[in-house]
């Protein structure tokens, strides 16, 4: 794998549009300015986001409610070029209950500390979707990546 810099926007053009031979896209992380699991996370709905609006969006903008599920599978499957899975919960919920419910809301387990205590919800045609992100550090990665990977998981 060849090393290259790019920004943020390059970055998700190529992982959500122009990847099309699926090739991994790894992430040096240790060099940007996350220091906690919450900073993590939002940088994974981040990613999220701006790829559902390059794949789907117009105009720069995506209305969130309506999204499909095939349309959700398709951009978490891109996430895990560059490392980052999901843990995908659906449920169908019940009609008299829909207006309930915040279109995007984030639940946050125990104090936070952790990438997995944190997750984000997505209620879009009638279906809510729970996603928990994790990101997967490359054997062969430096030291330095590593522990950054480490101290993200760790309370401060």
Not at 55 to 84: C, H, P, V, W
Not at 90 to 114: E, I, Q, T, Y
């Amino acid at each position: 794998m060849s090393n290259l810099n790019m920004s943020m926007s390059e970055m998700i053009n190529y992982v959500f549009l122009d990847n099309i031979n699926k090739k991994p896209v790894q992430l040096n992380l240790h060099e940007t300015k996350i220091q906690t699991a919450h900073e993590l996370f939002y940088f994974c709905v981040d990613v999220l986001s701006k790829g559902l609006i390059c794949l789907y969006g117009k105009d720069g903008s995506f209305e969130i409610d309506t999204l499909t599920t095939s349309q959700l599978n398709a951009a978490l499957e891109r996430l895990r070029y560059m490392g980052i899975t999901v843990q995908l919960t659906s449920v169908r919920l019940h009609a008299d209950n829909l207006n309930d419910w915040k279109p995007v809301d984030v639940v946050v387990r125990f104090m936070g500390h952790s990438l997995s205590d944190y997750r984000l919800r997505i209620i879009s045609q009638g279906i809510c979707h729970l996603l928990t992100f994790n990101i997967k550090v490359p054997d062969d990665v430096n030291d330095n990546q590593t522990f950054w990977a480490q101290q993200c998981r760790r309370p401060r």
